[in-house]
Structures are given as C-alpha cells and as structure tokens.
Nanobody, 121 residues
Framework: VQLQASGGGLVQPGGSLRLSCAASGNIFSINAMGWYRQAPGKQRESVAAITGGGTTNYADSVKGRFTISRDNAKNTVSLQMNSLKPEDTAVYYC????????????????WGQGTQVTVSS
C-alpha cells in the first residue's frame, strides 16, 4: 500500500488549502484514514481522522476550521483547511490503518511522504 499526498504550499493567515491523498495497491477497503502533522521541534500529532462509515474526529485546535472527507471507491482522503493560522505550519502526513487487502489479509499503519504547509504573511 502506498499513500501519495499532495496540495501543500504557502498561504497567508486566514487563507485556505486543500490536501489530498490517494492510496494505491491491492486494496479491498480501508477502515481508517486521516491526517497528522509535525511542526519543527514538536511531536507528530493527529489532526483529523475519518472511518469508512464517515465518522470523523478532529483535534481541538482545528475544529470548525478543517474538514476531512473521503471517497471510499477511490481510496482517497482530503483535508480542507480554512482560516489557516501560522501555528498550522507543519509537514502534513496522510495515514491509513486497518487496510483489508484483496485476496485476504489486513495491513496496519501506512504513511504518506508528507507535504509542507506554511502559513505566513
């Protein structure tokens, strides 16, 4: 399973960005997908997650500003980020967990390569 993230960049405070991530491989279904971020000198933290059934979970710091969504048929997950703040600056990582494989088997804990988000004027 490979995760390919895209959509990062430089944006001014108050602006918006949309991150996308596509999972590829011999995938039958993915239970959980989400986004993490890691700022310089800080630990990686969960930003948002979504189950196959559409249940979402957000870090308190992004509630009301970020929206996570997914397309189960395409094995993609997106993160719409609005009202961005300088403290949102980080490398954002796509994550997939409990991946059911075609032909059987279950894989855990897959990560994308990370995409830089910088919020600065």
């Amino acid at each position: 399973v490979q995760l390919q993230a895209s959509g990062g960049g430089l944006v001014q405070p108050g602006g918006s960005l949309r991150l996308s991530c596509a999972a590829s491989g011999n995938i039958f279904s993915i239970n959980a997908m989400g986004w993490y971020r890691q700022a310089p000198g800080k630990q990686r933290e969960s930003v948002a997650a979504i189950t196959g059934g559409g249940t979402t979970n957000y870090a308190d710091s992004v509630k009301g500003r970020f929206t996570i969504s997914r397309d189960n048929a395409k094995n993609t997950v997106s993160l719409q980020m609005n009202s961005l703040k300088p403290e949102d600056t980080a490398v954002y990582y796509c994550h997939a967990d409990r991946v059911a494989m075609r032909g059987g088997g279950l894989g855990y804990d897959y990560w994308g390569q990370g995409t830089q988000v910088t919020v600065s004027s």
